[in-house]
């Protein structure tokens, strides 16, 4: 078999109560349960599958059951799936807390994500794909050195660099064609990156730039293209020789935003295939696929199938 597109990422299950408050320490309160698959990887390669690219996953899991669910989840997406079972850690898992406002408190444990090696992505995989697409939510070495890897055998890649933290190894960026962060990882990379010569970047900061001195900040990460996602602001677009935003796709109601970038990320890796590299486009089309995802609730079980996002984008822009 051969994929288009393979996701080296995170597999997680999320387990999820909500409740009218948060319960103090020793307290027990009354809620309501459901759980699900998240991860950004494996949220992203579920987006990009459904949006109509044929799509490999790669990443670790526990000999557990919910490493089950994972491989019973990709076999129903129609995905691809790699993943090296681990016995040394369970697979990974969120416990969420969410109360009647909708502040959430989460306790998550990577577990098997962190056990992903350089030897548990197959090279064949590798060499057939036309795009990889990373985050460092598993294990940021093998991203790295798989990232690396496949920029020297001229693959195109993605690195949506989330969830970042102030000791996120920058070298990663000199094996990125596309770099695809939200505005609070914009800034941490922008802080990190020395060319930037702004170490006290902030979100706040990036709202009072123009478009002239973001792309300029965007030029100075060193990466070809840099899309900005900014939530319900749309994004910003900046390659080697111009810039452009994008607004949001209007007219779908808003009702939950998580998963709204791996949504966009998947369908914008989907949508460069799709429409033959051309990243515009690609744009348009996954940010049609957000706005579905974000008119729905959960995150995995909100991605848009490739005939909902069709029948948008001939209406769109
Ligand atoms: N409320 C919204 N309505 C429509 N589209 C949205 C909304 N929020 C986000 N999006 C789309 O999803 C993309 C990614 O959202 P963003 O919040 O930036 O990512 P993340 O989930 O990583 O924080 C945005 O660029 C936009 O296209
Ligand atoms: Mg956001």
Redesign the pocket.
């Known amino acids: 078999m051969a994929a288009d597109i393979v996701v080296i990422g995170s597999y997680n299950q999320d387990f999820v109560w909500k409740a009218d408050r948060f319960p103090k320490p020793g307290e027990t309160i009354p809620g309501t349960f459901a759980t699900g698959p998240g991860g950004k990887g494996s949220n992203q390669a579920i987006a990009a599958a459904r949006s109509g690219a044929s799509t490999a996953f790669v990443g670790a899991v526990g000999n557990d059951t919910l490493g089950e669910n994972a491989q019973a989840l990709h076999k129903r997406e129609g995905i691809e799936s790699h993943l090296a079972i681990k016995t040394q850690a369970p697979t990974g898992s969120a416990a969420i807390i969410v109360d009647a406002t909708g502040q959430n408190q989460i306790i998550g444990d990577m577990g098997a994500n962190l056990e992903l090696q350089e030897a548990d992505v197959p090279e064949s995989l590798l060499r057939k794909a036309l795009i990889v697409l990373a985050q460092p939510e598993s294990n940021p070495a093998t991203i790295r050195a798989t990232l690396h890897k496949a920029h020297e055998l001229g693959k195109i890649t993605i690195l949506?660099p989330?969830p970042i933290a102030e000791n996120f190894d920058i070298s990663i960026l000199n094996a990125v064609d596309i770099l695809i962060p939200?505005?609070?990882?914009f800034a941490t990379l922008v802080r990190l990156t020395p060319a930037c010569r702004n170490p006290k970047f902030s979100t706040e900061d990036l709202f009072t730039l123009n478009d002239a001195a973001l792309h300029n900040l965007c030029r100075s990460l060193g990466v070809a293209t840099v899309i900005?996602?900014?939530?319900?602001?749309?994004?910003f677009l900046s390659e080697k020789n111009g810039h452009r935003r994008?607004s949001?796709?209007?007219g779908?109601p808003?009702v939950d935003?998580?998963?709204?970038?791996?949504?966009?990320?998947g369908a914008f890796s989907s949508g460069l295939i799709q429409f033959n590299n051309n990243i515009p486009k690609a744009i348009q089309f996954?940010?049609i696929a957000?706005?579905l995802?974000?008119?729905k609730s959960g995150a995995a079980a909100a991605m848009p199938k490739a005939e909902d996002i069709q029948k948008h984008l001939s209406l769109a822009f």
């Open positions: 949506n989330a939200n505005e609070l990882e900005i996602t900014l939530g319900n602001q749309g994004c994008f949001i796709y209007h779908l808003v935003t998580t998963g709204a970038g791996d949504a966009f990320i996954a940010s957000a706005a995802a974000v008119s």
